[in-house]
């Protein structure tokens, strides 16, 4: 039996804004022969690196790379859970939220380089009305961007900052109930993001005592955005200091459930799913393996 490490790399070739640069070519650079046995597969289809992922595990790879962006790791991901491979991350997506937050390196050559040699380690995994998430997920005003994002024409940061200032002339907040712990909440929803990773993407830092691998979820509560909190949001987000900025309201635990006065959207990884009423959001602990740097 070979000694070699044995990684399959799924490239979204419609992921992310650097979609230029040649990732064959760079794996044929950097990655040895004799040290690594790798195969390149396309995605073909929203969903498909699920199924990709899957196959690629059941082959024996040890190693299932997602090229792309939070959503193709979140397929990859998916497609992971309850096998013995391991999610690796080449980011080439216009917010690289997990791999910011694994410290992957951005730079592709240099985290070509990290999975040539790389250290394993499990995270949690986090699950609302059934859908898996690595990074976070969410309700109301993010969610709403999220799937107005996704039909903007164009992606990247000054995309997404153009639709947030936009819909947020427009947005309501909603009167939920949130029940954890075994006590309930009666709150309106600006935004309630379950945090499993600090941070949404570039940067942008929605929990940032968040610890992937402890077991339970930040939850960030904004009730209401008038215009200088949503400034003092911003400026949280940005520098990572949201909890302290008394512009947003934090809770940890492991499991909640959450009953909306009407139909809000929801997003997992920063992809909008759907609207529902009723929200089940639990905490799967050191459910994945990831090939990747130092965990925080």
Do not use: W
């Not at 992310?16 to 289809?45: C, F, I, K, M």
């Not at 955005?225 to 911003?234: D, G, T, Y």
Request: glycine residues 10%.
């Amino acid at each position: 039996m070979s000694d070699k490490l044995r990684i399959c790399f799924l490239i979204n070739p419609n992921s992310g804004t650097n979609r230029r640069q040649d990732v064959p070519a760079l794996l044929a650079q950097y990655l040895s022969p004799a040290a690594v046995d790798y195969e390149v597969r396309l995605t073909q289809y929203a969903g498909h690196a699920v199924e990709l992922a899957r196959q690629a595990a059941n082959e024996g790879f040890r190693i299932v790379v997602a090229v792309g962006g939070d959503g193709t790791v979140n397929e990859v991901g998916r497609g992971l859970l309850g096998t013995t491979a391991a999610l690796g991350i080449l980011p080439r997506g216009s917010g690289n939220g997990l791999a910011r937050h694994l410290k992957v390196p951005l730079s592709l050559p240099a985290a070509i380089r990290l999975l040539a040699a790389p250290s394993f380690q499990r995270i949690d995994v986090g699950h609302i009305n059934g859908h898996p998430f690595f990074c976070t997920a969410g309700l109301g005003f993010d969610a709403h961007v999220s799937k107005c994002f996704a039909v903007a024409g164009t992606r990247g940061l000054g995309t997404y900052v153009q639709v947030a200032l936009r819909e947020y002339r427009r947005y309501q907040p909603t009167p939920i109930t949130v029940t954890m712990q075994g006590k309930a909440l009666e709150t309106n929803c600006y935004v309630l993001a379950f945090a499993n990773a600090a941070q949404y993407g570039n940067n942008a830092y929605i929990a940032p005592l968040a610890n992937i691998s402890d077991g339970l979820l930040d939850l960030c509560l904004i009730d209401e955005l008038p215009l200088r909190r949503a400034v003092r949001v911003s400026i949280g987000l940005a520098l990572g200091n949201l909890p302290t900025s008394g512009a947003a309201v934090y809770h940890t635990c492991s499991s909640v459930q959450v009953q909306a006065a009407r139909a809000l959207g929801f997003h997992v990884d920063g992809d909008y799913v759907g609207d529902a009423q009723q929200f089940d959001v639990r905490l799967e602990p050191l459910a994945l393996e990831v090939a990747v740097g130092a965990v925080k």
